[in-house]
């Protein structure tokens, strides 16, 4: 059944956020301070392009290191996951699923992402190599997503897959407002498999997000050309610079444009004055411990099975499933914004 289903070609629902929306969280993440505007933001199909870039660099070794595991402990990291449909939060290009879907034989797979082109590419690239498995794309905010939408290759034991340590895009209070979502969207009786990075020595943190080829400068400065593009902004990109440091105080990677003059900006049909050396933050990245995620997890009604890491420690996958003893009764709902990808 599933095979010739899959023949058809992968299908796409678009449920991305609307332009009002939009206009409403740009106007929020201006009026913070620091100013912080949502990194999903980023992923324009430009931005996409450059993340993958980013992923190729040297002294970013993150995507390397979690693929390599994938594909070392697939058969294992298959047998504890179980059968069900596959879904991905965050699938980007979808490149490290591969060996999971060869070993997990899933009823289907579907890829979560907010850039719709990019995320159209990357189902196409996956229903070729994996013909017999069927692709679903669902364009969305999933930090947002209240239910997934209704489609019979989503009717089985839903799994999820949230690799590339995206849930350091989000602080620790997010991060358990994310994780008690993925339990709504997954129903009572699923397993989570999340990527993790942890801390590590502050030169590599610091150079593997300010790589010397500058993708991950020209990543940030795209944001500003979308939203000169999508909401009436008048950003000069040259007028501001990038830095990523990390904040011990935090166990987090900051990353920011910063303003190299006195200026005001229009965006959002509103004026912003900017000082010299003000940061706009484009994202974080919180790096934790196996502890500090176990604890992370229990607080949002998971119960760690297991884990598996790379030899350095560099970074670890875990297996959750839901509590004993919780219901999604017991999840309140909240708002995570979501700070996406990597």
């Known amino acids: 059944m599933a095979g010739s289903l899959a023949l058809a070609g992968p299908q796409l629902i678009d449920l991305h956020p609307p332009a009002a929306d939009l206009r409403r ?13 949502p990194a999903w933001l980023l992923y324009d199909d430009r931005g996409s392009q450059l993340f993958d870039a980013i ?7 993150l995507t390397r290191t979690e693929t390599a595991l994938l594909q070392q402990r697939a058969a294992e990291l298959a047998q504890a996951l179980g059968p069900g449909v596959l879904v991905e939060f965050g699938a980007g290009s979808a490149r490290k699923v591969s060996p999971l879907l060869e070993a997990l034989q899933p009823d289907a797979y579907a890829a979560l992402d907010i850039s719709t082109g990019h995320l159209r590419q990357a189902c196409r690239a996956l229903q ?60 009572p009786n699923s397993r989570l ?23 991950s400068a020209a990543f940030a400065l795209n944001l500003l050309h979308r939203l000169n593009r999508d909401l009436e902004g008048d950003f000069r990109p040259e007028a501001f610079g990038y830095k990523a440091w990390w904040q011990a105080e935090h166990s987090r990677i900051a990353m920011a444009l910063i303003s ?29 411990t196996p502890d500090a995620f176990a604890q992370l997890a229990h607080r949002a ?8 890491s790379d030899a350095a420690e560099d970074l670890s ?21 979501p700070h996406n990808d990597r």
């Open 128 to 187: 070729q190599r994996h013909p017999t498995t069927p692709v679903l794309g669902i364009s969305c905010d999933y930090s947002q997503l209240q239910q997934l939408p209704a489609h019979p290759w989503l009717e089985p034991r839903r799994l999820g897959f949230y690799p590339g340590s995206s849930i350091g895009n989000f602080s620790p209070e997010e991060a358990v407002t994310l994780l008690q979502q993925f339990r709504r969207l997954l129903e």
């Open 260 to 288: 190299r003059e006195s200026q005001t900006v229009t965006l959002a049909g509103r004026r912003w004055a900017f000082a010299a050396g003000e940061p706009l933050i484009s994202e974080y990245s919180v790096k934790y």
């Open 301 to 308: 009604g998971w119960r760690p099975l297991q884990r598996w």
């Open 317 to 337: 996958l875990h297996l959750l499933e839901p509590a004993a003893g919780t219901s999604l009764a017991d999840l309140e709902p909240d708002s995570a914004q």
């Open 25 to 37: 969280l740009v106007v929020a993440g201006m009026e913070r301070q620091p100013r912080q505007l």
């Open 55 to 61: 992923c190729q660099q040297p002294e970013y070794g």
């Open 193 to 215: 498999l999340i990527g993790i990075d942890q801390p590590k020595a502050v030169e590599r943190l610091e150079a593997a997000y300010n790589d010397q080829a500058g993708y």
